[in-house]
């Protein structure tokens, strides 16, 4: 699922495609939000872990999923810090200023109808 956000984030950015979706979620979703939910599902799962090691339940399918929201928290720390360095780049300030202009020309023309 994160390789298609980075093909999309890129292809919008850098190949100047047109995606509403992907760029609302821009409007809503930054970094710091995506290194909280990260951080939140990696200490979920590090608790979970932890409590199925000091539990020394014969079942290991709690230490699994403990480490599988730890891994998929760790993930989602580095997808969010890559998503935001593909938007640094000055060619991506460019097609995100035409993005921008798109959108005020779509709201200035909802505004006129």
């Known amino acids: 699922m994160q390789l298609g956000l980075f093909a999309k984030t890129y292809s919008v950015l850098y190949l100047e495609e047109h995606e509403p979706k992907l760029e609302r979620l821009w409007d809503r979703v930054h970094l710091e939000q995506g290194l909280l939910a990260g951080a ?8 979970i872990a932890g409590l199925a ?7 290991p ?20 810090f890559f998503l935001s360095v593909l938007g640094l780049s000055e060619h991506a300030v460019v097609a995100t200023s035409l993005v921008v202009a798109r959108r005020r020309d779509r709201d200035a023309a909802r505004r006129a109808s």
């Open 40 to 47: 939140i599902v990696a200490a979920v799962g590090l608790s």
């Open 53 to 59: 090691e000091f539990d020394a339940s014969p079942n």
């Open 61 to 80: 399918r709690l230490g699994l999923l403990g480490l599988t929201l730890l891994a998929l928290g760790i993930q989602t720390v580095f997808g969010s």
